[in-house]
């Protein structure tokens, strides 16, 4: 008879297997992790570049529908205020000699439906139609002609020597405001309706992005208001604005720079240039 033969590996075979396999077993998990922390990373950064981008579009909004020449900046660049507009149209500025006695839209008498800036008017007809203000119901709106900004006192929204409160007229083609010289007229005939102030301010202590509205219009720019701010973005790690009210050519420029960083140090810089009319 011949003896069993004895079936198993050997030492440098179970070694040999114990090295392979560990091979293939780092070489897998670099080849799973890689697609799975690239997924991960490309989710952190959209997330980021979405939450600065929906903040600079609701700027964008806000600063488009300015008044003409009332984009201004403090806090070292950290800090914008603007007049928001909710209507504009052109006034009457001469007049209608078509109409009868008694057939004026202000008081009955058509010479008084033009703008007269001589004296302290009231009230002008409206050429055209507007698209959201109501004349018959006002609501601490104002009217502003012709605003040249901080740059002219005389014709400053802010300082008021140029904005009147709107009052309730009887007819929707009429405007009637407070008893307002208004100090220059516009080359276009063009008015405002102002309804709020807006603030945007980024305190990078807190890493977030606020909106004010609904305040007093002041003179003198407040830092930031006395009112509760909305949330418009947060993981702000620094911003920046710039405005360029463009001179004679009145083609103003904001430039918005903004920083968003996320809890593990990744970060996004987003620039965004608006244009704006400042034709008054």
Not at 237 to 260: K, M, N, P, Q
Request: charged share 15%; with cysteine; glycine share 8%.
């Amino acid at each position: 008879m011949h003896p069993s033969k004895v079936k198993g590996f050997t030492l440098l075979e179970l070694i040999m297997v114990i090295v392979i396999t560990g091979i293939l077993a780092t070489m897998t998990t670099d080849i799973i992790t890689f697609p799975v922390k690239s997924y991960l990373d490309l989710g952190r950064r959209t997330t980021l570049v979405d939450t600065a981008e929906i903040a600079l579009r609701h700027m964008q909004r806000d600063i488009r529908r300015a008044l003409p020449n009332s984009i201004r900046i403090t806090g070292s660049g950290t800090v914008m205020e603007m007049l928001h507009t909710s209507d504009g149209g052109r006034y009457r500025s001469s007049q209608d000699s078509s109409k009868t006695p008694g057939s004026g839209l202000c008081d009955g008498n058509p010479g008084n439906d033009s703008l007269d800036l001589t004296v302290a008017d009231t009230c002008f007809e409206v050429m055209g139609s507007l698209k959201s203000f109501n004349p018959q119901s006002t609501t601490g709106e104002y009217v502003v002609i012709y605003n040249l900004g901080s740059g002219s006192v005389s014709a400053d929204a802010y300082a008021g020597a140029n904005r009147a409160l709107a009052t309730d007229s009887t007819n929707a083609n009429a405007i009637m405001f407070t008893a307002l010289k208004f100090p220059y007229s516009s080359p276009q005939q063009r008015f405002f309706i102002v309804d709020t102030p807006v603030t945007y301010r980024c305190d990078v202590l807190t890493g977030r992005l606020l909106r004010y509205a609904s305040y007093s219009i002041a003179s003198s720019q407040p830092n930031p208001p006395g009112v509760d701010g909305q949330l418009q973005a947060n993981k702000i790690s620094d911003c920046h604005f710039s405005y360029s009210s463009g001179g004679a050519s009145r083609s103003g420029l904001v430039t918005i720079e903004i920083v968003v960083t996320d809890s593990v140090g990744e970060s996004v810089r987003l620039m965004h240039q608006i244009h704006v009319d400042n034709a008054p």
